[in-house]
């Protein structure tokens, strides 16, 4: 059976900094593309990151490019998103996914608070 | 990139059926697309994958009630025998070689 377990959400001030990690298991990790995707509170949902089962290439959604980056430690069978100066419009759920062309399978959820 | 359009609201009433529509925008109308539903409160989940031709593939224990067909840039979900547990809010996806984007989602709501 395919897990997916986000961990690392919280609250944390503007311009701080935050770490989620996404454990997988039930499927062979590193044959699989990952994405990261949130929603903010009663918002829909918006993609904010993929990467490529090797962790060779990476993509971002404009409103996180150059803040956010995604990483996978295949060893671990572990999605990684740092994000960096985090703002207001950041705070979401942040989903786990695990991508065979679409989102196949979803994770419950991290919430992400950024707030003074 | 493509641009997914979906109506805010749907409702219909218990045992009936719906179709929901997701509409790709201009020059995309070949791409595909996935469903998926998010009951209140709860993560999304994978409903299906739609092709063009209309040609569909579910998930794992998605029920039979649940289908997809396809008519030029339109792509819809069609839930027959309606249950209150559908009641949801579902979403439609589409992917490009560096992004993904999602439909605005539709609110069913079972009367």
């Known amino acids: 059976e395919v897990q997916l377990v986000e961990s690392g959400g919280g609250l944390v001030q503007p311009g701080g900094s935050l770490r989620l990690s996404c454990t997988a298991s039930?499927?062979?990790?590193?044959?699989?593309?990952m994405s990261w995707v949130r929603q903010a509170p009663g918002k829909g949902l918006e993609w904010v990151s993929g990467?490529?089962?090797?962790?060779?290439?990476?993509y971002y959604a404009d409103s996180v490019k150059g803040r956010f980056t995604i990483s996978r430690d295949n060893s671990k069978n572990t999605l990684y998103l740092q994000m960096n100066s985090l703002r207001a419009e950041d705070t979401a759920e942040y989903y786990c996914?695990?991508?065979?062309?679409?989102?196949?399978?979803w994770g419950q959820g991290s919430l992400v608070t950024v707030s003074s | 990139q493509p641009v997914l359009t979906q109506s805010s609201s749907a409702s219909a009433s218990l045992g009936s059926s719906v179709k929901l529509t997701c509409t790709l925008s201009?020059?995309?109308?070949?791409?595909?697309i996935a469903w998926h539903q998010q009951p209140p409160g709860k993560a999304p989940r994978y409903l299906m994958k739609?092709?063009?031709?209309?040609?569909?593939n579910k998930g794992s224990g998605v029920p039979d009630r649940f289908s997809g067909s396809s008519s030029g840039a339109d792509r819809y979900l069609t839930i027959s025998n309606l249950q209150s547990e559908d009641e949801a809010d579902y979403y439609c996806?589409?992917?490009?070689?560096?992004?993904?984007?999602f439909g605005g989602g539709t609110k069913l709501t079972v009367l």
């Open positions: 996914a695990k991508v065979e062309s679409c989102v196949v399978y």
């Open positions: 039930g499927f062979t990790f590193s044959s699989y593309a």
């Open positions: 990467i490529s089962g090797s962790g060779g290439s990476t």
């Open positions: 201009s020059g995309h109308s070949s791409y595909i």
């Open positions: 739609l092709e063009d031709s209309g040609s569909y």
């Open positions: 996806e589409t992917w490009d070689s560096k992004t993904r984007v």
